[in-house]
T-cell receptor, first 117, second 114 residues
């Protein structure tokens, strides 16, 4: 089974520029998550989708961050304009919606390391 | 609000010795508890979880964890550490019910010395 795919793996931009990250979840997984992991900290949830609807975006800085999941499969996360404090690893994860115990397990992609200079 | 505490930033253990990585949590209602491991430049990998049932949970790579409700703890353990176990370990909690978010601890760097 293919895992969660993310691209790019690394991105360096200047502050005030824009950037986009792409995620392809595990096939059949209805729930998709975007996390921000700042160096030395645990991942923090930014947004959670179930199919193509937003379930939780309470910690997404909506003045600069946006995300979409068209057709309930792939997702993109965008930052515009970027700030220095946005430097972090952006992780995408997915989980199934079967209702069984496995639906609580989230599977993570390799992440995109963003450096804002 | 739910939270997770991993009191040790760094744990060092000699190869072959038992290891413990500590985790305590705070959540409303029954907790769902998880351990993930992160290797350099890679995403998090699921190790094990506690949802209900037996307080001792067994997971991947010989790891296990014990749920202790009275102490609100979920420590990760392994009887005999390997050098290849060296990595960053994260404990996470979510409340019962649908659409509850996962809250992670700050991580513990485990180093197994040969």
């Amino acid at each position: 089974e293919a895992g969660v795919a993310q691209s790019p793996r690394y991105k360096i931009i200047e502050k005030r520029q824009s950037v986009a990250f792409w995620c392809n979840p595990i096939s059949g997984h209805a729930t998709l998550y975007w996390y921000q992991q700042i160096l030395g900290q645990g991942p923090k949830l930014l947004i959670q989708f179930q199919n193509n609807g937003v379930v939780d975006d309470s910690q997404l800085p909506k003045d600069r961050f946006s995300a979409e999941r068209l057709k309930g499969v792939d997702s993109t996360l965008k930052i515009q304009p970027a700030k220095l404090e946005d430097s972090a690893v952006y992780l995408c994860a997915s989980s199934s919606l079967g209702g069984g115990r496995s639906s609580y397990e989230q599977y993570f992609g390799p992440g995109t390391r963003l450096t804002v200079t | 609000a739910q939270s997770v505490a991993q009191p040790e930033d760094q744990v060092n253990v000699a190869e072959g010795n038992p290891l413990t990585v500590k985790c305590t949590y705070s959540v409303s209602g029954n907790p769902y508890l998880f351990w993930y491991v992160q290797y350099p430049n890679r995403g998090l990998q699921f190790l094990l979880k506690y949802i209900t049932g037996d307080n001792l949970v067994k997971g991947s790579y010989g790891f296990e964890a014990e749920f202790n409700k009275s102490q609100t703890s979920f420590h990760l353990k392994k009887p005999s550490a390997l050098v290849s176990d060296s990595a960053l370990y994260f404990c996470a909690v979510r409340g019962a019910g649908s659409a509850r978010q996962l809250t992670f601890g700050s991580g513990t760097q485990l180093t197994v010395l040969p």
